[in-house]
T-cell receptor, first 112, second 111 residues
Framework: DGGITQSPKYLFRKEGQNVTLSCEQN?????MYWYRQDPGQGLRLIYY???????QKGDIAEGYSVSREKKESFPLTVTSAQKNPTAFYLC???????????FGPGTRLTVL | GENVEQHPSTLSVQEGDSAVIKCTYS??????FPWYKQELGKGPQLIID?????GEKKDQRIAVTLNKTAKHFSLHITETQPEDSAVYFC??????????FGTGTRLLVSP
C-alpha cells in the first residue's frame, strides 16, 4: 500500500524541549517537503529536499531542522528556538520539483 | 516572490448548486496550478491541476479554468453534494519551483 506516513498523529511537548516528527514515503519520490498549517491559514513551507543528502530552507525555517539520509525518510525537528511551535505539520513528496505533491495525514503538535 | 490570493474564505451552498472558488497569482512565470481538498484533521488531497499551456480542464463534476493574461484561475464544482464539504486550497508554482498556497476556502454544502 503506497503512500506517506507521519507519526505520531498527536504530539505534546513542554516548552524548551526539542521534538522530532517522522515522515516516511514508499512512493520512490525524490522530493520531500515539510509544511506548517495554522488555523484559518494556508500551508507555509518549512524545508524541502530535492534529493538525498540535500535540503533547502523554505519560507519559515527558523527554529526547525531536517535531515535526508535516506530517500524514503525526511524527519523534522522542532527546536526550542521555535517561538510558536503549536501547529499542524504536514509532510509531502513528489517525483521531482515541480510535480504533483502527495501529502501525509499530518501531525498536530501542541506545546504545553 | 509569488503571492496567491483566494476568495471567498467561506462559501455556503445548497446541495445540487454549483460552487466557484477563485484565485489570483502574481508571478507571470508560474506554470502549474493545483487544487487541493482538505477534510478535517487530514492532509490535503489533490483533486485537479492545470498547467499553463491549457485554459480549462474537467474531471466529472470538477473543472478548473485558467486565465494567464489576468493571472487568475478558478475551481468549479457542479451538482454539489454534502461530501464536497471541506476546505479547498489553490496553489501556484513560484520562485525556485516552490508551491505557494492560497489561504483556503471553507465550503459547506447543506442537504
Amino acid at each position: 500500500d503506497g503512500g506517506i506516513t507521519q507519526s505520531p498523529k498527536y504530539l505534546f511537548r513542554k516548552e524548551g524541549q526539542n521534538v522530532t516528527l517522522s515522515c516516511e514515503q514508499n512512493l520512490n519520490h525524490d522530493a520531500m517537503y515539510w509544511y506548517r498549517q495554522d488555523p484559518g491559514q494556508g500551508l507555509r513551507l518549512i524545508y524541502y529536499s530535492q534529493i538525498v543528502n540535500d535540503f533547502q530552507k523554505g519560507d519559515i525555517a527558523e527554529g526547525y531542522s531536517v535531515s535526508r539520509e535516506k530517500k524514503e525518510s525526511f524527519p523534522l525537528t522542532v527546536t526550542s528556538a521555535q517561538k510558536n511551535p503549536t501547529a499542524f505539520y504536514l509532510c509531502a513528496s513528489s517525483m521531482a520539483i515541480p510535480q504533483e505533491q502527495f501529502f501525509g495525514p499530518g501531525t498536530r503538535l501542541t506545546v504545553l | 516572490g509569488e503571492n496567491v490570493e483566494q476568495h471567498p474564505s467561506t462559501l455556503s451552498v445548497q446541495e445540487g448548486d454549483s460552487a466557484v472558488i477563485k484565485c489570483t497569482y502574481s508571478d507571470s512565470a508560474s506554470n502549474y496550478f493545483p487544487w487541493y481538498k482538505q477534510e478535517l484533521g487530514k492532509g490535503p488531497q489533490l483533486i485537479i491541476d492545470i498547467r499553463s499551456n491549457v485554459g480549462e480542464k474537467k474531471d466529472q463534476r470538477i473543472a478548473v479554468t485558467l486565465n494567464k493574461t489576468a493571472k487568475h484561475f478558478s475551481l468549479h464544482i457542479t451538482e454539489t453534494q454534502p461530501e464536497d464539504s471541506a476546505v479547498y486550497f489553490c496553489a501556484a508554482i513560484g520562485g525556485f519551483q516552490k508551491l505557494v498556497f492560497g489561504t483556503g476556502t471553507r465550503l459547506l454544502v447543506s442537504p
